[in-house]
């Protein structure tokens, strides 16, 4: 797991290589409005990493960078609250962005399905969901909850891959750009301090 900012600027730097990147973030979110980043993972075609944001003295600027690069494709899978955090994190929205979740709706998965669902039908691969509720602000992290982590975006390689695909043949690729462009708004993220307190009193349960 990279621990240095030295590491994470060589990982990036292999990463910026690829056509595309798939990305997904592991946070603690209880009763403060923004999450806390706990866990970064990334996979390109060829390389695949765990960041370790809660690493003392880590910058985590060249993954910002990385980010904001607009040569590479930066896929998620339910984009928003990934999006969120970096946005929180380093006043960035990343660009160009796929959204698998909604590109498997343009293409007729059905509304809102999940990973699981989607690697289940695309791959046919069961994942194990055993570390699903992991606090993962705790450390060490042991070997089997690194390694579901970093099936989040091993899996969404191939998943991407097939969406893509069959978009392009349907011609539905315009579809997906539309909803791209809402969840690339800087306003749907920047929310007005008096707004963002009221989302945390509604979390709380507070009147």
Request: overall charge negative.
């Amino acid at each position: 797991m990279i621990e240095t900012t030295a590491q994470l600027e060589a990982a990036c730097q292999e990463l910026a290589k690829s056509e595309f990147i798939t990305i997904d973030t592991e946070f603690l979110r209880e009763t403060t409005f923004w999450p806390e980043l706990c866990l970064i993972q990334m996979a390109s075609p060829t390389t695949e990493v765990l960041v370790d944001p809660l690493a003392k003295g880590l910058d985590l600027k060249p993954f910002f960078e990385l980010m904001a690069n607009t040569a590479v494709m930066k896929v998620f899978h339910a984009a928003r609250q990934d999006i969120e955090i970096i946005f929180n994190r380093g006043n960035l929205i990343p660009h160009p962005i796929f959204d698998t979740q909604v590109a498997a709706m343009v293409c007729g998965f059905g509304d809102s399905v999940s990973y699981d669902q989607l690697v289940s039908r695309i791959k046919n691969i069961q994942i194990d969901k055993s570390s699903r509720f992991t606090d993962w602000s705790r450390r060490p992290l042991s070997e089997k909850q690194l390694d579901y982590a970093l099936a989040d975006v091993t899996h969404l390689r191939d998943v991407y891959l097939s969406l893509k695909e069959q978009l392009e043949r349907e011609g539905r690729a315009s579809w997906l750009l539309e909803e791209m462009a809402i969840l690339e708004a800087r306003e749907t993220y920047d929310l007005h301090p008096d707004d963002a307190w009221q989302r945390l009193k509604m979390r709380l349960g507070k009147p």
